[in-house]
């Protein structure tokens, strides 16, 4: 059962440009929604998260946008450069009990120079 | 502050081994999860283990088993090996339960099931 269905698979942005990646949820129980970003040979990094209590969250380049009632999220990657290049996945998961994650299938992001 | 390491890097088996892959949590962090990932795919959850203790599985059988020791590491055992168990195998720690405290990711193993 795929609980979190993350779009698109792949995507090309030119050096500059603005990527957008999104995921919708089914749980209505999550209550923690973080992206990650992963290099070939490296394990997931956690860049940014938010919780469902505010619509928008920014840090630096990255932005989600949380819509509650559609159930869906989304990362905004500002300015994208070649170096943001790498596969980025989005997450759900219920701080309460066992916090575990529930991941997306991924999204392969090629910033072109 | 050491980030969360594993080993082996890399490994190959063949079908029917068994395999222990080893994970040295963050300094400071009591809580370690156990994840695979599948090639294309993103990680699934298999269990986690707070104060050597499991406190949580995901749907995996239980030829996956692990432990945590006193001095908060853990290991991902997997028995009767299949062809299907070729992934990468993550170990992410945290602080503790608390809403708070991020899950840091090590860099995975490799295995490879022949």
């Known amino acids: 059962q795929q609980q979190v269905k993350q779009s698109p698979q792949s995507l090309i942005v030119q050096k500059g440009g603005i990527s957008i990646i999104n995921c919708a949820y089914e749980?209505?129980?999550?209550?923690?929604f973080p992206w990650y970003q992963q290099f070939p040979g490296k394990g997931p990094a956690l860049l940014i998260a938010?919780?469902?209590?505010?619509s928008e969250k920014k840090e630096g380049r990255f932005t989600i946008s949380f819509n509650k009632s559609a159930k869906q999220f989304s990362l905004h990657i500002m300015d994208s450069q070649p170096g943001d290049s790498a596969t980025y996945f989005c997450a759900a998961m219920k701080m309460a009990g066992r916090r575990a994650l529930t991941f997306g299938s991924g999204t392969r992001l090629q910033v072109q120079p | 502050e050491t980030g969360v390491t594993q080993s082996p890097t890399h490994l190959i088996k063949t079908r029917g081994q068994q395999v222990t892959l080893r994970c040295s949590s963050q300094s400071g962090h009591n809580t370690v999860s156990w994840y695979q990932q599948a090639l294309g795919q993103g990680p699934q959850f298999i269990f986690q283990y707070y104060r050597e203790e499991e406190n949580g599985r995901g749907n995996f059988p239980p030829r996956f088993s692990g432990l945590q020791f006193p001095n908060y590491s853990s290991e991902l055992n997997v028995n009767a090996l299949e062809l299907d168990d070729s992934a990468l195998y993550l170990c992410?720690?945290?602080?503790?339960?608390?809403?708070?405290?991020?899950?840091?990711f090590g860099n995975g193993t490799r295995l490879t099931v022949t």
């Open positions: 749980n209505t129980a999550f209550d923690y």
């Open positions: 992410a720690s945290s602080r503790d339960r608390s809403s708070n405290s991020p899950l840091h």
């Open positions: 938010i919780r469902p209590d505010v």
